[in-house]
């Protein structure tokens, strides 16, 4: 089943759609792919028929509707939950709509801010952070790719790792991960952060952009270890952006200020807080 042959759908884009049917409308202008673009669709007895024939039933639209946390496909007039389960972390992942770009819920943590803004402008703003971005990038946490697709957009080549083949699964069905897997300047890795960067030579990346998991779920790489290697791959003058979370948060400000010594053990310089992207900035040299 091709990705691209796919309907995807959440809450909203189906409320409306069943407000139209409410209010005896024919036809509606949605989106099929989470608000990228648009069409219009007749409304009928049986459901909503999209132009090239897929038909979302009734029952399956109320199903959709009524779920805040889920985006889903409807191929063959069938819906199912974007979720899998990962074998290589035992944790439940999932797609989660947003009124922008959908964010990656792992364990039940959205793995972007969400709360007064959405994934797009999160990832603007942990990119702008580190800017410029030119040359060779890292992203060591690929996830949906929101990432490595902005650095793309400047950087000669972007790097980017992923340890969980189901959230690359997940992404697969993602249209706003589309170039992920689509642009020539953008290299993917499997494989675990911790041991990937290992295998880099020094001073292989002009940027680095680390975005890791919650302490929580991922631990390792705020270690004095990891950012050790972070700054043995990272080029003279090569810059570092190290996503935390809210920096002002009791949690926040605990990690961040274990990380700021760790990275200034580690050998980085001019290591400052960028709370408007919350995390840290640091300089090697």
């Keep these: 089943m091709s990705e691209r042959s796919l309907i995807i759908l959440s809450h909203f884009q189906v409320k409306p759609l069943l407000a139209g049917r409410a209010r005896g409308e024919t ?10 673009s648009t069409v219009e669709v007749r409304l009928d007895a049986a459901g909503v028929l999209f132009p090239a024939g897929d038909r979302l039933a009734w029952a399956d639209a109320e199903a959709v509707a009524g779920n805040d946390n889920g985006c889903f496909a409807l191929h063959g007039g069938e819906i199912e939950k974007i979720q899998t389960f990962s074998e ?32 797009g402008r999160d990832t603007l703003s942990k990119v702008r952070a580190l800017a410029p971005v030119t040359g060779r990038a890292l992203d060591t946490s690929t996830g949906l790719g929101y990432t490595a697709i902005e650095m ?32 020539s300047t953008i ?16 001073a292989a990346f002009d940027v680095i952009l680390h975005d890791p998991p919650t302490f929580s779920l991922a631990g390792d790489l705020y270690s ?25 948060s009791d949690s926040g400000r605990r990690v961040s200020r274990g990380a700021l010594e760790r990275l200034q053990a580690a ?9 408007e992207a919350f995390g840290l900035l640091a300089a090697k040299g």
């Design 27 to 36: 036809t509606l202008i949605t989106s099929p792919d989470l608000g990228l």
């Design 88 to 119: 290589a972390t035992g944790r439940p992942i999932s797609l989660m709509p947003t009124a922008g770009p959908p964010t990656l819920l792992i364990a039940g943590f959205p793995m972007h801010r969400i709360k007064g803004t959405d994934p």
């Design 152 to 183: 793309a957009e400047t950087a000669a080549e972007v790097v980017t790792v992923e340890l969980d083949p189901g959230v690359l699964e997940i992404a697969r069905l993602n249209p706003y991960s589309r170039a992920l897997f689509e642009r």
């Design 187 to 202: 290299r993917q890795v499997m494989g675990d952060s911790f041991e990937v960067v290992t295998g880099f030579p020094s």
């Design 224 to 248: 004095g270890e990891f950012y050790r290697e972070l700054y043995r791959i990272l080029a003279p003058r090569g810059r570092l952006f190290h996503y935390i979370g809210d920096l002002e």
């Design 267 to 275: 050998g980085f310089r001019r290591v400052a807080r960028r709370n």
